[in-house]
């Protein structure tokens, strides 16, 4: 029961050019979403979160948007870096809390220099 | 160190054997949590704990798969019996307090165990 998707498991992009990286949910009950970094060999890093009650939440070069009617949510990157490569995972938890996160498969971004 | 760590980072078992997974979370740290990882695949949450506390396993397997925080501190999970679909990176991740959707999860580098 995928409830959680990342369709896309790469992604390339160049250095200084925009990267998006997109995720799909089909769980109306999910209020809080999270995108979470993950280098080889490491456990994934929390990146930036959004409510449930918001589209847009911005934190530097990273910015998530919220679509609540089409069920998606994005992440972009920009200017990308060499070292945002990475896979990147979505997450949604419902109920207010994040004691039960939903995790999508993961998608990789390379960026090239 | 002051993040999650995780013992051993790798772990070969025959079919049938049992394994100990264990997780030291950040200190002071309430709440801590434990996902499967099958390749290719996100983390799957399994169980979560409240200091010493068991609040949710629903996410458990199978009965072969028990976890423990006795002291609220330290936990280790347990694969009994082992099989081969049990192979997968577990993932041990802990938060100050797990309650509150702004409160970040943490996670350490994972044991990636595989059952031959």
């Known amino acids: 029961d995928q409830q959680v998707k990342q369709n896309s498991p790469s992604l390339s992009v160049q250095e200084g050019r925009i990267s998006i990286l997109n995720c799909d949910y089909t769980n109306s009950m999910f209020d809080y979403f999270l995108w979470y970094k993950k280098y080889p060999a490491e456990g994934p890093t929390f990146l930036i979160s959004i409510s449930s009650i918001k589209d847009k939440n911005e934190d530097g070069r990273f910015t998530v948007f919220l679509n609540k009617s089409a069920k998606h949510l994005s992440l972009h990157i920009v200017p990308s870096q060499p070292g945002d490569s990475a896979v990147y995972f979505c997450?949604?938890?419902?109920?207010?809390?994040?004691?039960?996160?939903?995790f999508g498969a993961g998608t990789r971004l390379t960026v090239k220099p | 160190g002051a993040g999650v760590s995780q013992s051993p980072r790798y772990k070969v078992a025959k079919r049938g054997q049992d394994v100990a997974l264990r997780c030291d979370p950040i200190?002071?740290?309430?709440?801590l949590f434990w996902y499967q990882q099958a390749l290719g695949q996100g983390p799957e949450f399994l169980t979560y704990f409240q200091n010493e506390a068991q609040l949710d396993k629903s996410g458990l397997p199978s009965d072969r798969f028990f976890a423990e925080r006795p002291e609220g501190s330290v936990s280790t999970l347990k694969i009994q019996r082992t099989q081969q679909e049990d192979s997968a990176v577990y993932l041990c991740a802990s938060s100050s307090s797990g309650l509150g959707p702004t409160d970040t999860q943490y996670f350490g580098p994972g044991t990636r165990l595989t059952v031959l």
């Open positions: 200190s002071g740290h309430v709440s």
């Open positions: 997450a949604a938890s419902a109920g207010g809390g994040n004691n039960d996160m939903r």
